[in-house]
């Protein structure tokens, strides 16, 4: 076998960048990394708003590692409209981290920080059983939640003993595994397809749902598309944003591409990152089976949604 090695290199400089050899090394280690998200196989002298940046990521994981024990994680969850009915039909569950300083902290600024040190996969499944658990209440508490998503995480998907853990919380939460779907990524099942098609099998032996997140912006191979057993894909945000943009001519050729082709492969077709009455209206107008975005309703904390379903079920009955 061949093998590739590329090589990234910080560097720090005496006297100016440490008066000791450990320091020094500190430094050169913070040059180093900035020289791997720079794309690997090249080389960074040290600059001390590096060790800013390490200092602030160090805080953040530090934080993240007592959010969990210190309860600061919490579930929103947006609702997914089906477009023949208007009903809702499920909800995605979104994480949220609410710090006691710095407020709010959004996925986009923890999740890949939880990736690279592990702390997805506690984090996970947390989100897994928290979302299991709710879904549960609602039901219990006669509102009709329908199907309720989580998105996974490439390394919980890679993690051995996914299914195991998917099925205990099941079992645990008593939550009828129909009304659970797992939202995964191109990327995450296109890198070892046998390897993903075998735990994709796994899970949905179990009954939950499959679908495919942001679609149409990794790299998925259609030849596999086919073989995989998923319900759903989820048009990514982008695709839609392109729906009534003015260009008439390509506006929203490629989320009626993603639908025909979900269609021609018997998958359920929903959308993300519905915004206007002109989107809705497209999509709706070529076969769209579900929608989600800011045109409905953000996502909320849980009493939130529970108002929404308690309002659904209170026009279900008119
Ligand atoms: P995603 O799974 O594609 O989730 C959809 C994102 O789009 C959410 O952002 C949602 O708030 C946002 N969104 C929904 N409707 C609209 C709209 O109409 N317009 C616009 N501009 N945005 C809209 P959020 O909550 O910040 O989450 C970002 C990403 O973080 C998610 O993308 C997902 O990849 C990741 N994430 C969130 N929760 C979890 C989790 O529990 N586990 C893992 N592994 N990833 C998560
Ligand atoms: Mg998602
Ligand atoms: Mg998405």
């Given at each position: 076998?061949?093998?590739y090695?590329?090589?990234?290199a910080?560097?720090s400089?005496?006297?100016?960048d440490?008066?000791?050899v450990?320091?020094?090394l500190k430094?050169?280690d913070?040059?180093?990394y900035r020289?791997?998200?720079?794309?690997?196989?090249?080389?960074q002298f040290?600059?001390s708003?590096m060790n800013?940046?390490v200092?602030e990521?160090?805080a953040l994981?530090?934080a993240?590692?007592?959010a969990?024990?210190r309860?600061?994680?919490?579930?929103?969850?947006?609702q997914?409209v089906?477009?023949?009915?208007?009903?809702?039909?499920?909800?995605?569950?979104?994480?949220r981290?609410?710090?006691?300083?710095?407020?709010?902290?959004?996925?986009?600024r923890f999740?890949?920080?939880?990736?690279e040190?592990g702390?997805?996969l506690?984090?996970?499944?947390?989100v897994?059983r928290?979302?299991?658990r709710?879904?549960?209440a609602?039901l219990?508490a006669g509102?009709?939640p329908g199907?309720?998503?989580?998105?996974?995480?490439v390394?919980?998907?890679?993690?051995?003993?996914?299914?195991?853990t998917?099925?205990r919380?099941?079992?645990?939460t008593?939550l009828d595994?129909?009304?659970?779907?797992?939202?995964?990524?191109?990327s995450?099942?296109m890198?070892n397809v046998?390897?993903?098609?075998?735990?994709?099998?796994?899970?949905?032996?179990?009954?939950v749902?499959l679908?495919?997140?942001?679609?149409?912006?990794g790299?998925?191979s259609?030849?596999?598309?086919?073989d995989?057993?998923?319900d759903?894909?989820?048009?990514?945000?982008?695709?839609?944003r392109?729906i009534?943009?003015?260009d008439?001519?390509d506006?929203?050729v490629?989320?009626?591409?993603?639908i025909?082709l979900?269609h021609?492969?018997?998958l359920?077709?929903?959308?993300?990152g519905?915004?206007?009455?002109a989107?809705?209206?497209f999509?709706r107008?070529?076969?769209?089976?579900?929608?989600?975005?800011?045109?409905?309703?953000?996502?909320?904390?849980p009493?939130a949604?529970?108002?929404l379903?308690?309002?659904a079920?209170?026009?279900?009955?008119?």
């Amino acid at each position: 076998k061949e093998l590739y090695v590329t090589c990234s290199a910080g560097i720090s400089l005496y006297p100016q960048d440490g008066p000791d050899v450990d320091t020094l090394l500190k430094n050169a280690d913070a040059a180093m990394y900035r020289a791997k998200e720079h794309g690997r196989s090249n080389f960074q002298f040290y600059t001390s708003e590096m060790n800013e940046r390490v200092n602030e990521r160090l805080a953040l994981e530090n934080a993240l590692r007592r959010a969990l024990e210190r309860q600061e994680l919490a579930l929103h969850y947006q609702q997914k409209v089906s477009l023949k009915t208007g009903a809702i039909v499920g909800a995605e569950a979104l994480v949220r981290w609410l710090h006691p300083e710095w407020g709010l902290v959004r996925p986009a600024r923890f999740i890949p920080l939880a990736e690279e040190t592990g702390l997805i996969l506690r984090i996970g499944e947390w989100v897994l059983r928290e979302a299991c658990r709710q879904a549960r209440a609602w039901l219990g508490a006669g509102l009709q939640p329908g199907v309720v998503s989580v998105n996974l995480s490439v390394r919980q998907f890679k993690q051995e003993g996914l299914i195991r853990t998917v099925s205990r919380i099941l079992e645990e939460t008593g939550l009828d595994p129909a009304q659970l779907e797992i939202e995964l990524t191109e990327s995450m099942v296109m890198g070892n397809v046998d390897a993903a098609i075998a735990v994709l099998q796994g899970l949905k032996q179990l009954g939950v749902a499959l679908s495919v997140d942001d679609f149409g912006t990794g790299y998925s191979s259609l030849s596999y598309l086919k073989d995989l057993p998923i319900d759903a894909l989820k048009i990514d945000r982008s695709f839609v944003r392109d729906i009534g943009g003015g260009d008439e001519a390509d506006e929203g050729v490629l989320a009626q591409a993603i639908i025909s082709l979900g269609h021609a492969l018997h998958l359920k077709v929903v959308a993300e990152g519905v915004e206007t009455d002109a989107q809705m209206r497209f999509l709706r107008r070529h076969g769209c089976d579900e929608v989600q975005g800011f045109y409905y309703g953000e996502p909320v904390a849980p009493m939130a949604h529970a108002k929404l379903l308690e309002s659904a079920k209170r026009k279900a009955r008119r």
